[in-house]
């Protein structure tokens, strides 16, 4: 079996894995499951508290959204141990999601782009902005489908690393809050509704910061397209 195809089989096999865990939140039961697991991992002391963590780690690239996992650290820690968990736990499992997906998805970027000028701008133009861009869109949302799309551009890992722990500080930090301040697993889905004005205003820093990066990126993409005809 061939490497590229291997990668293929793999992709196809991940993408099976975030539909199955889309699906899981999707339906009542699944939620459900959730919170029994999280009353279990809160009953089982130490040792539940270190698993969420992990389980933070390998969900996150699964497409479990990421701030419910922080949410829940900030559920089975309380304040103020859980921040620095939640945030090295979103961090450690969006660098797991960004290598994964550069890895199985590199080859077929190559062919996607090669002989389109204006999709190589856009790819080029992320890897360009850095450090600054990363941030921008972490504000303007911690979402799992950004680790994807940003390892198909030139980013390097460590913009990318460095980008997500500053962008993801506010929203990471909210989340945790509001899970420390949940009365019981059940509520972890309605951590946000706890955060009042706190969320209102995130929100607004989100829209805020994606404007500033689509113009930014539309900017840089102007750039790179006028190197690569010249």
């Given at each position: 079996?061939?490497?590229r195809r291997?990668?293929?089989?793999l992709l ?25 697991a999280?009353g ?7 040792a539940g ?30 304040l ?6 939640s945030?090295?736990?979103?961090l ?6 960004f ?5 199985l ?10 002989g389109?000028?204006r ?8 890897g ?10 972490r ?11 940003l390892?198909?551009?030139?980013l ?7 980008g ?18 949940a ?21 607004g820093l ?25």
């Open positions: 079996m061939s490497s291997g990668r293929r089989i196809v096999a991940l993408g099976l894995l975030i539909a199955g865990a889309l699906l899981l939140l999707a339906l009542p039961a699944g939620r459900q499951f959730l919170v029994d999280v279990w991992l809160r009953g089982a002391g130490a508290r270190a698993a969420a963590v992990g389980l933070a780690v390998v969900g996150i690239p699964l497409g479990i959204p990421t701030l419910w996992f922080a949410a829940l650290i900030g559920y089975l820690y309380g103020p141990v859980a921040l620095a968990l945030i090295a736990a979103v450690a499992g969006a660098t797991v999601g290598a994964v997906a550069r890895w998805l590199r080859d077929e970027v190559r062919a996607l782009i090669s389109r000028p999709w190589r701008a856009v790819v080029q133009a992320v360009d902005e850095g450090v600054r861009l990363v941030v921008l869109l504000l303007a949302g911690p979402h799992n489908l950004l680790n994807l799309v390892a198909t551009s030139t390097r890992a460590r913009d990318f690393v460095l997500t722990l500053i962008g993801s500080i506010p929203s990471v930090s909210l989340a945790t809050a509001g899970g420390a301040l009365p019981d697993a059940g509520s972890l889905w309605q951590a946000r509704e706890r955060l009042g004005w706190g969320w209102l205003l995130l929100v989100g829209v805020a910061a994606l404007v500033a990066a689509i113009w930014i990126t539309v900017r840089a993409t102007r750039r790179a397209l006028a190197r690569i005809e010249s």
